[in-house]
């Protein structure tokens, strides 16, 4: 099974909103990574936390990493019409260097 | 801008045709990755390498195979496409050997492949 679940699947907000989307994963990791994609097309990587890190900002993205609880969320500030996308959790299995995505949320911000 | 491509973008071809779809990256990364991903769905590694003549089946079983003959040049090929390939496959590259290194994964666009 996926190493990631995330949640919700699907999230619709008015601009300016915050949007939240949350991952869990399963086993331990070396870092874990946020992802986006517009229909259609390749992954755009958004941020990397690290394991040994609890919360990494850039920009209008905050990313927080509980090892404890083994998830993370993302929450992007102030949303804008150009966020709709689907975005997706991925992790860095510890002592490999394959990447396990998640189920992905898709976002839909409304004008 | 990531230097990561893949063709073709499109390909409908009928069943028990032979396909290769390929990848090939300029940022001489070591790490390469197939995904395979339906439309709105999540992705599923297919497989991988480490580099040179390195392959790894991923944790979807496939019936396609790959080769790394070249770091730059990760090309994935199905003997006998059937309708059950439909999908979108996505090729990633990451980690260049002496960095340096941010773990990132960088992605083609993809190739949407359609089996009659």
């Known amino acids: 099974s996926q190493q990631g679940e995330e949640d919700p699947q699907a999230l619709s907000i008015q601009e300016g909103e915050n949007a939240t989307m949350n991952c869990s994963y399963k086993?331990?990791?070396?870092?874990l990574q946020w992802y986006r994609q517009n229909s259609g097309r390749g992954l755009v990587h958004l941020i990397l936390i690290r394991s040994n890190e609890r919360e990494k900002h850039s920009g209008r993205l905050r990313v927080t990493l509980d090892t404890s609880k083994k998830s993370s969320s993302l929450l992007i500030t102030a949303s804008r019409a150009a966020d709709t996308a689907s975005y997706f959790c991925a992790t860095g299995l510890g002592g490999t260097y394959k990447y396990i995505f998640g189920t992905g949320t898709r976002l839909k911000v409304l004008a | 801008e990531a230097d990561i491509y893949q063709t073709p973008r499109y390909l409908v071809i009928g069943t028990g045709k032979k396909i290769t779809l390929e990848c090939s990256q300029t940022?001489?990364?070591?790490?390469m990755y197939w995904y395979q991903q339906d439309p709105g769905m999540e992705l599923h590694l297919i497989h991988y390498?480490?580099?040179?003549?390195?392959?790894e089946k991923g944790d979807l079983s496939s019936e396609s195979t790959v080769s790394r003959i070249r770091t730059e040049h990760f090309p994935l090929t199905l003997e006998s496409a059937r309708p059950s390939h439909t999908s979108q496959y996505l090729c990633a590259s990451s980690e260049k050997a002496g960095g340096p290194n941010t773990g990132e994964l960088f992605f083609g666009e993809g190739s949407r492949l359609t089996v009659l």
């Open positions: 940022m001489g990364h070591d790490k």
């Open positions: 390498s480490y580099g040179v003549n390195s392959t």
């Open positions: 086993t331990s990791i070396n870092n």
